[in-house]
């Protein structure tokens, strides 16, 4: 069993994932996705029998958002914000998923076992994540969902090397969508919870993908860590810059980490264009509400080399790219007015003449303060004595008797 070579773990590979479309599929597109011989071609080639591109163009002027009404809910699920919905099309979509995850699940496994014998077969896990990409390509193909890719599709399959792959995150059909054009292995920079979902927990917990957890400090740094040492091994990065699905589908602030990480590695940035997932399966929907097709699209934008460049001016070029392909209904509301932003408000020259007399202007304002208030503090003194010496007055005016009486009216109305 240690004379297994990287071969045989394609072929079983292919086997679990042809019967996979089998049963999706009932067989049409077996010989499209043959994986070939054991001295034949490798799971990345045989993958390229999916389409990488439709002959559709998205309208990034339409905004594919539906109503309440549209989406007709049949199930739903939770309340308030943790809310779930599924509609009809939404119930297909679990078919889908019920149907292939088996057989995913079983490809893991197999591929698992395997690799268990001789860790060298698969050091980076490429072949087991390959299960993950093969399913995704697949669910999106059986729901009529596949996206229409453009951009440097053709780089991402020919160059080998560390990067960091950064793209909007704003719905769960993202990953599936990534998988359909990062072909090459790559590790995922995902959020802790996810272990729990089915096969995808299992997915990244297998491939060794790096689990963060945001409320714990600890955590990050070792997510850091974990990060910079794969990309020395020259294993690419899959980052969501903003930290979290955006509710509405629109470009959300980023967060610094994914940067410092490009920074320290001085390796490229690839920006990526994920397009309306949010209106195909949005935040508050267990599984899609509507067909993708014709709607969801993915574009993969030219490298930026971190290289002699700020954090800022890194945030700033892969914010600009990225909206650059994104509808408009993705747009931010509002721009945050970066620090850089900030420096470009036009300001006003002042020369050190008129500084310095502003200054002795500022400072005679000063003292004229000071005088004015020891003088209104001097005026307030005086206005109390005289009101003494004037109560002094009247007794003595009036006499002691007086005085008496008003003490005694004094407590009167203490008392009263």
């Not at 359909?180 to 990244?204: N, R």
């Not at 945050?336 to 420096?343: C, E, Q, S, V």
Request: hydrophobic residues 40%; contains cysteine; positive net charge.
């Amino acid at each position: 069993m240690r004379n297994i070579q990287r071969a045989d773990v394609q072929h079983l590979l292919g086997v679990a994932c042809v019967s996979a479309l089998c049963l999706a599929n009932q067989g049409s597109s077996v010989a499209a996705f043959s994986m070939g011989s054991r001295s034949g071609r490798t799971i990345h080639q045989a993958s390229k029998s999916f389409p990488l591109s439709n002959l559709y163009a998205i309208d990034r002027e339409k905004s594919f958002i539906l109503t309440e009404e549209e989406v007709k809910p049949i199930v739903r699920l939770g309340e308030g914000d943790s809310e779930k919905i599924i509609n009809a099309w939404g119930l297909w979509g679990a078919t889908i998923s019920a149907l292939t995850m088996p057989f995913w699940a079983a490809a893991m496994t197999i591929v698992n076992g395997i690799c268990a014998l001789n860790e060298d077969l698969d050091p980076h896990r490429a072949v087991y994540d390959a299960t993950g990409k093969v399913w995704s390509k697949l669910w999106l193909i059986v729901a009529n969902s596949y996206p229409e890719v453009t951009g440097d599709v053709d780089r991402l399959k020919t160059t080998r090397g560390p990067c960091i792959y950064v793209a909007n995150h704003a719905s769960w059909l993202d990953i599936p969508i990534l998988c359909t054009v990062l072909d090459p292995v790559f590790k995922f920079i995902s959020k802790a919870e996810l272990v729990q979902a089915p096969c995808i927990g299992q997915q990244l917990t297998g491939g060794n993908h790096i689990l963060i957890d945001r409320e714990d400090r600890k955590s990050q740094l070792r997510t850091f860590k974990e990060g910079v040492n794969w990309l020395k091994k020259g294993v690419p990065l899959m980052a969501f810059p903003e930290g979290a699905r955006s509710k509405d589908g629109r470009l959300m602030p980023f967060k610094g980490g994914v940067f410092s990480m490009a920074m320290r590695s001085k390796v490229p940035i690839v920006p990526i264009s994920i397009m309306n997932t949010h209106a195909v399966m949005p935040s508050n929907a267990l599984f899609p509400v509507q067909c993708g097709k014709g709607k969801l699209g993915v574009h993969v934008h030219p490298a930026i080399d971190t290289v002699g460049k700020t954090e800022q001016e890194l945030v700033e070029l892969v914010r600009a790219a990225l909206l650059s392909k994104l509808p408009k209904d993705q747009h931010p509301l509002e721009e945050p007015l970066t620090p850089t932003a900030i420096d470009d408000l036009p300001k006003i020259k002042i020369s050190s003449s008129q500084k310095h007399k502003h200054q002795n202007a500022a400072q005679k304002h000063g003292h004229a303060v000071n005088d004015v208030t020891h003088v209104l503090k001097d005026i307030h003194i005086a206005k109390d004595a005289a009101n003494a010496m004037k109560d002094i007055s009247k007794d003595h005016v009036q006499g002691p008797f007086s005085v008496i009486q008003k003490e005694d009216k004094r407590e009167e109305s203490k008392s009263i």
